[in-house]
């Protein structure tokens, strides 16, 4: 039996495909509420974790320019395709804790959140925890779409990068940038080149569906046909292709023809170069582009495919730039480096940085063991779960992730572990990027600070609590509870009266009135 399948497109080239389209009218209909939702996952890619492995290869190519003498000019950081910012917030905290420390003068630097949706560049310039950075010129926003963009304007400033404007090299951040962007789709049998179309079809009648039930329904139908040769006016898009021939069988493979056009026009931003930090899902080894099927697309709210790397560093070889990707086979993510710069053997301490937090220890690891911890949480005991924390840059997401097996463990804890797990909390709460979502973390560590009485530091966090949520009864009444342990009699007093005054049909207050202030 035969089912109706409804036809969305006909066959068009990959890259002229409605769903990259549909993708784009995701983004701008959902802003950051993609993210805060957890509609588009994001913790596995922006962690703090992640966020201190950028601000490490950062680090270290300012120390770079340092010592090359390019003391004075400003370094500009852009992030691509920003969306929620708590990236670049965990870069910004871990990088001004190296640069405190570097014992050496440094380029000034300017991290630039960019994006094509209007309302996320909106919520960065508003973002309360954004505002030091703006003020002293450490954080910019601009507009920079990867299809067209060849210039920055910084909003904050109040100014304008064009061609050939900058002094030193641009470093770009393209962090789950490029498996969003529109690629062209070839197909390679014995040696013999074809180009790719795709129709999309669906099961399920579409009208009325938004784009990620769209998404979800969709069926993308491929077709092949002979080429005689590469047709891209750049000579090195087409030599890159063309070497292909002779290092791939039986393959569909993508060519991310529009992020090295985005690449170029970023180029020429800078007399000086540029350099590309990327993490993303893909493949930079020839072995692992062989015998591919045909694209999947992975849908959650949005879309996006798997990142040919080696087309990315084929491209900055080919440019005499100097490329690095992870030397050992990954399994979740792919951290790469090109430097399209003259000279980059000179690069010395990025590539040791590289080789430390990438080669050494890095993202993809710190993927798998949160994935065990969370397997084994009943099994592990407060400082396993503590030196996971640790582990993790103090990563706020994961923190929630172990927090009711941290309140088990919290009752019963020797003086070290009381010490060093309220030591661990507050470096949490440093760490913490807030999308306005419902959960309190401030909340939450007042609770634990308050088990291990803490109690001026749990007051603190009832209070940023109540700053963000306004005032609930759960918060007056620890902060009541608080003041009695503190023997603050004057404010256990006050602070009981203002909250029976806006909740007195709260029955626990009641308890409180019979607490004995003189005992």
């Not at 503590?386 to 463990?409: A, E, H």
Request: some cysteine.
């Amino acid at each position: 039996m035969q089912h109706h399948r409804y036809e969305i497109e006909t066959a068009r080239p990959f890259a002229e495909s409605l769903i990259w389209q549909l993708n784009r009218d995701y983004y701008q209909k959902t802003g950051v509420e993609a993210w805060r939702a957890g509609t588009v996952p994001h913790h596995l890619t922006s962690n703090s974790m992640v966020g201190k492995t950028y601000a490490e290869l950062i680090f270290a190519f300012l120390r770079d320019l340092a010592d090359q003498g390019q003391h004075h000019d400003k370094v500009y950081l852009l992030e691509l395709g920003a969306g929620h910012g708590r990236l670049a917030f965990h870069i910004l905290r871990h990088l001004e804790v190296f640069t405190a420390q570097a014992g050496m003068q440094l380029p000034p630097y300017c991290y630039v959140l960019s994006d094509i949706v209007e309302d996320n560049l909106q919520f960065f310039q508003q973002h309360p925890q954004f505002q030091p950075y703006f003020a002293d010129g450490r954080l910019d926003v601009a507009y920079f779409d990867a299809i067209g963009s060849q210039e920055l304007e910084l909003r904050h400033a109040g100014i304008t990068i064009a061609a050939a404007d900058l002094q030193q090299p641009l470093l770009a951040i393209a962090n789950y940038f490029f498996d969003s962007l529109p690629n062209d789709l070839f197909y390679f049998k014995d040696g013999q080149l074809s180009s790719c179309t795709v129709a999309l079809t669906s099961a399920v009648d579409p009208t009325g569906l938004d784009e990620a039930a769209l998404f979800a329904a969709l069926e993308l139908v491929y077709d092949t046909a002979p080429l005689a040769r590469p047709g891209y006016e750049n000579p090195i898009f087409n030599s890159i292709l063309a070497g292909y021939r002779q290092l791939v069988f039986n393959t569909f493979l993508l060519f991310p023809r529009l992020g090295l056009e985005c690449l170029d026009n970023l180029r020429q931003l800078s007399q000086k170069g540029l350099f590309v930090l990327s993490m993303d899902k893909g493949f930079h080894e020839i072995h692992d582009l062989e015998h591919a099927p045909a694209p999947k697309m992975i849908t959650h709210g949005s879309v996006s495919f798997s990142v040919n790397y080696h087309a990315l560093g084929a491209y900055c070889q080919q440019h005499a730039g100097t490329v690095f990707f992870p030397e050992f086979a990954t399994f979740n993510l792919e951290l790469g480096c090109l430097l399209f710069l003259p000279k980059g053997e000179r690069f010395t301490e990025t590539r040791a940085a590289y080789q430390r937090v990438v080669n050494g220890f890095g993202p993809d690891d710190i993927s798998g063991l949160m994935k065990f911890t969370y397997r084994h949480i009943n099994d592990m005991d407060l400082p396993e779960l503590i030196g996971v924390l640790r582990m993790g840059g103090y990563d706020s997401t994961l923190f929630k992730n172990v927090l009711p097996r941290l309140k088990q463990l919290s009752l019963q804890v020797t003086f070290n572990e009381r010490t060093r797990l309220a030591q661990t909390l507050h470096q949490i709460w440093g760490m913490y990027f807030t999308l306005n979502e419902p959960a309190d973390l401030a909340f939450e560590i007042g609770g634990l600070l308050y088990a291990l009485a803490y109690y001026d530091d749990a007051v603190r966090y009832f209070q940023y609590s109540t700053d963000h949520f306004g005032h609930t009864p759960d918060s007056y009444y620890n902060r009541i509870l608080c003041y009695y342990q503190l023997r603050h009699d004057q404010l256990f007093s006050a602070t009981l009266r203002e909250a029976q005054a806006h909740f007195p049909d709260f029955a626990e207050f009641a308890q409180l009135e019979q607490l004995d202030l003189g005992a």
